[in-house]
């Protein structure tokens, strides 16, 4: 059983359009980060979300963690070519700065 | 920019025989970490050392995968002998702490043949 569950596990759209990806789960964390990795390349992080309800925007990207602190998502408006990658939310498990992944979204954005 | 540096990109071998992965952290970063990613799935901790010592390797496959970092700044990652199911990207990652930021490499495609 995945901690992190997200959805979708694919998605293919065109450019200009704009979606939504989730990330959730029954525990709740104090923190959660989401990552994008390109093709051939190690996963890069893009944001980490602390509070409950919290909104933080990146460019076109806005991240958004849920009330409970048991789930969030992401949002890109207008998605370019350039967003396509694998999106990965993970969050710290116990003290040692391990991080548990979810399965990712794998984004295809078409010019 | 200082990056966490990794070889070989690209490995393919044959199965029962062994295969060694290199990672140089970013200079200054005590906390190392090795990943395994499956195609399209999130990475998974292997082992996490804090300096030269080992922190969690709780799923490492200890029979035949192996790792270390001597000095405790760079690290190998060992597996003998590997196995049609070892075929995965092999990520490294460093931070200055446990609960820094983390920072990967550009990671290791092994295919087993």
């Known amino acids: 059983t995945q901690l992190l569950e997200q959805s979708p596990q694919f998605l293919s759209i065109q450019e200009g359009e704009n979606l939504t990806v989730y990330c959730n789960s029954s525990?709740?964390?104090?923190?959660l980060q989401w990552y994008r990795q390109e093709p051939g390349e190690g996963p890069v992080l893009l944001v980490t979300v602390v509070t409950g309800g919290e909104v933080k925007k990146l460019k076109r990207l806005t991240f958004q963690f849920g009330d409970a602190r048991k789930d969030s998502s992401l949002h890109i408006t207008a998605a370019q070519p350039g967003d396509t990658g694998l999106y990965l939310c993970a969050v710290y498990s116990g003290n040692t700065g391990k991080l548990i992944f979810g399965q990712g979204t794998t984004l295809q954005v078409k010019p | 920019e200082a990056e966490v540096a990794q070889s070989p990109r690209y490995k393919i071998t044959e199965k029962s025989q062994a295969v060694a992965f290199w990672c140089d952290p970013i200079s200054g970063h005590a906390t190392l970490y090795w990943y395994r990613q499956i195609l399209g799935q999130g990475p998974e901790l292997l082992v996490q050392f804090q300096d030269e010592s080992v922190v969690d390797d709780s799923q490492l496959p200890k029979d035949r995968f192996s790792a270390e970092r001597l000095k405790g700044v760079d690290s190998t990652l060992k597996i003998q002998p590997a196995e049609l199911g070892d075929s995965a990207m092999y990520l490294c990652a460093s931070s200055f702490s446990p609960s820094y930021e983390q920072y990967f490499g550009p990671g290791t495609r092994l295919t087993v043949t």
């Open positions: 525990s709740v964390f104090s923190s």
